[in-house]
Protein backbone atom coordinates (compact mmCIF):
# COMPACT_ATOMS: atom_id res chain seq x y z
CA UNK A 1 0.00 0.00 0.00
CA UNK A 2 2.72 2.38 0.97
CA UNK A 3 4.68 2.09 -2.16
CA UNK A 4 1.50 2.89 -4.53
CA UNK A 5 1.25 5.65 -2.70
CA UNK A 6 5.14 6.62 -3.50
CA UNK A 7 4.50 5.65 -7.12
CA UNK A 8 1.64 8.01 -6.73
CA UNK A 9 3.37 10.81 -5.53
CA UNK A 10 6.13 10.58 -8.08
CA UNK A 11 3.84 10.68 -10.59
CA UNK A 12 2.35 13.46 -9.43
CA UNK A 13 5.56 15.41 -9.21
CA UNK A 14 6.53 15.16 -12.56
CA UNK A 15 3.55 16.36 -14.25
CA UNK A 16 4.20 19.71 -12.21
CA UNK A 17 5.03 22.41 -14.56
CA UNK A 18 7.45 25.23 -13.50
CA UNK A 19 7.43 28.63 -13.20
CA UNK A 20 8.82 29.19 -16.90
CA UNK A 21 6.81 26.69 -18.50
CA UNK A 22 3.34 28.87 -17.01
CA UNK A 23 4.63 31.89 -17.87
CA UNK A 24 5.52 30.68 -21.67
CA UNK A 25 1.88 28.83 -21.84
CA UNK A 26 0.36 32.12 -20.58
CA UNK A 27 2.09 34.44 -23.50
CA UNK A 28 0.97 31.72 -25.51
CA UNK A 29 -2.51 31.60 -24.65
CA UNK A 30 -2.11 35.67 -25.16
CA UNK A 31 -0.63 35.26 -28.61
CA UNK A 32 -3.11 33.23 -29.64
CA UNK A 33 -6.18 34.72 -27.95
CA UNK A 34 -5.38 38.43 -30.24
CA UNK A 35 -5.02 36.42 -32.94
CA UNK A 36 -8.27 33.71 -32.70
CA UNK A 37 -10.66 36.53 -30.52
CA UNK A 38 -12.10 38.32 -33.92
CA UNK A 39 -13.04 34.92 -34.85
CA UNK A 40 -14.74 33.71 -31.61
CA UNK A 41 -16.62 37.07 -32.14
CA UNK A 42 -18.18 36.18 -35.43
CA UNK A 43 -18.63 32.71 -34.69
CA UNK A 44 -20.67 33.16 -31.22
CA UNK A 45 -22.44 36.14 -33.10
CA UNK A 46 -22.91 34.31 -36.06
CA UNK A 47 -24.17 30.84 -34.15
CA UNK A 48 -26.26 32.31 -31.84
CA UNK A 49 -29.70 30.70 -33.67
CA UNK A 50 -27.83 27.33 -33.46
CA UNK A 51 -27.23 27.71 -29.87
CA UNK A 52 -30.88 29.35 -29.27
CA UNK A 53 -32.27 25.76 -30.68
CA UNK A 54 -29.33 23.69 -28.61
CA UNK A 55 -30.45 25.36 -25.33
CA UNK A 56 -34.18 25.39 -26.07
CA UNK A 57 -34.66 22.35 -28.00
CA UNK A 58 -32.18 20.31 -27.29
CA UNK A 59 -34.26 16.69 -28.58
CA UNK A 60 -34.94 17.58 -31.51
CA UNK A 61 -31.53 16.17 -33.19
CA UNK A 62 -32.79 16.93 -36.98
CA UNK A 63 -33.73 20.94 -36.37
CA UNK A 64 -30.49 21.26 -34.77
CA UNK A 65 -28.59 19.68 -37.34
CA UNK A 66 -30.94 21.18 -40.36
CA UNK A 67 -30.61 24.55 -38.78
CA UNK A 68 -26.96 24.32 -37.63
CA UNK A 69 -25.47 23.22 -40.77
CA UNK A 70 -26.80 25.64 -43.07
CA UNK A 71 -26.03 28.42 -39.94
CA UNK A 72 -22.85 27.07 -40.61
CA UNK A 73 -22.29 27.51 -43.70
CA UNK A 74 -23.24 31.43 -43.71
CA UNK A 75 -20.84 32.02 -40.94
CA UNK A 76 -18.28 30.42 -42.84
CA UNK A 77 -18.39 32.91 -45.44
CA UNK A 78 -17.79 35.88 -42.99
CA UNK A 79 -15.03 33.58 -41.21
CA UNK A 80 -13.46 33.71 -45.06
CA UNK A 81 -13.99 37.43 -45.39
CA UNK A 82 -12.31 37.92 -41.91
CA UNK A 83 -9.44 35.56 -42.27
CA UNK A 84 -8.95 37.87 -45.70
CA UNK A 85 -8.32 40.74 -44.12
CA UNK A 86 -4.83 42.28 -43.29
CA UNK A 87 -5.49 44.68 -39.74
CA UNK A 88 -6.04 43.82 -36.70
CA UNK A 89 -8.78 46.81 -36.23
CA UNK A 90 -10.42 45.94 -39.67
CA UNK A 91 -10.71 42.24 -38.18
CA UNK A 92 -13.30 43.87 -35.51
CA UNK A 93 -15.07 45.39 -38.52
CA UNK A 94 -16.49 42.28 -39.60
CA UNK A 95 -19.32 42.34 -37.35
CA UNK A 96 -20.10 45.86 -37.41
CA UNK A 97 -21.20 45.27 -41.30
CA UNK A 98 -25.15 44.42 -41.58
CA UNK A 99 -24.37 42.12 -44.70
CA UNK A 100 -21.93 39.99 -43.06
CA UNK A 101 -24.85 39.76 -39.93
CA UNK A 102 -27.96 39.06 -42.48
CA UNK A 103 -25.65 36.51 -44.45
CA UNK A 104 -24.24 34.48 -41.19
CA UNK A 105 -28.04 34.61 -39.77
CA UNK A 106 -29.75 33.96 -43.36
CA UNK A 107 -28.47 30.70 -43.35
CA UNK A 108 -29.61 30.02 -40.12
CA UNK A 109 -33.06 31.28 -41.73
CA UNK A 110 -32.46 28.73 -44.69
CA UNK A 111 -32.42 26.31 -42.33
CA UNK A 112 -35.43 26.67 -39.99
CA UNK A 113 -37.51 27.22 -43.84
CA UNK A 114 -35.81 23.88 -44.94
CA UNK A 115 -36.89 22.33 -41.50
CA UNK A 116 -40.70 23.45 -41.71
CA UNK A 117 -41.47 23.43 -45.65
CA UNK A 118 -39.79 20.35 -46.78
CA UNK A 119 -41.33 17.79 -45.11
CA UNK A 120 -45.10 19.47 -46.59
CA UNK A 121 -43.29 19.35 -50.08
CA UNK A 122 -42.27 16.17 -49.87
CA UNK A 123 -46.20 15.02 -48.92
CA UNK A 124 -47.31 17.12 -51.19
CA UNK A 125 -45.62 15.50 -53.50
CA UNK A 126 -46.09 11.88 -52.77
CA UNK A 127 -49.88 12.46 -52.13
CA UNK A 128 -50.11 13.89 -55.81
CA UNK A 129 -48.40 10.40 -56.86
CA UNK A 130 -50.50 8.51 -54.49
CA UNK A 131 -53.67 10.07 -56.37
CA UNK A 132 -52.39 9.62 -59.67
CA UNK A 133 -51.40 5.61 -59.06
CA UNK A 134 -54.85 5.20 -57.44
CA UNK A 135 -56.53 6.52 -60.36
CA UNK A 136 -54.68 4.43 -62.67
CA UNK A 137 -55.45 1.45 -61.14
CA UNK A 138 -59.36 2.77 -61.36
CA UNK A 139 -59.52 3.22 -64.93
CA UNK A 140 -57.60 -0.58 -65.15
CA UNK A 141 -60.07 -1.82 -63.21
CA UNK A 142 -62.91 -0.25 -64.90
CA UNK A 143 -61.36 -1.51 -68.32
CA UNK A 144 -61.10 -4.85 -66.71
CA UNK A 145 -64.89 -5.16 -65.38
CA UNK A 146 -66.00 -3.87 -68.93
CA UNK A 147 -63.97 -6.59 -70.71
CA UNK A 148 -65.41 -9.54 -68.27
CA UNK A 149 -68.67 -8.37 -67.19
CA UNK A 150 -70.48 -10.17 -69.66
CA UNK A 151 -68.44 -13.42 -68.65
CA UNK A 152 -69.11 -13.15 -64.62
CA UNK A 153 -72.59 -14.31 -63.77
CA UNK A 154 -74.27 -11.94 -61.74
CA UNK A 155 -74.70 -12.40 -58.18
CA UNK A 156 -78.13 -12.51 -56.60
Known amino acids: MKTENKIL?????QSRVSGFQKVFLFVLFLAISF???PAIVVLFLG?????TIVVTDTKN??????????????????????????????KFSITDNIFNIIIMLSGAAVGVVLYYILPDIFVYIFKNSAQ?????????????????????????
Do not use: Y
Request: aromatic share 4%; net charge positive; with cysteine.
Open 61 to 90: INKITTVGCFNISGVMICLNNLFNQITAVS
Open 35 to 37: KVL
Open 47 to 51: LLPTL
Open 9 to 13: LKKTK
Open 132 to 156: HRLKLINAKLEKLKSNWDNLIPEQR
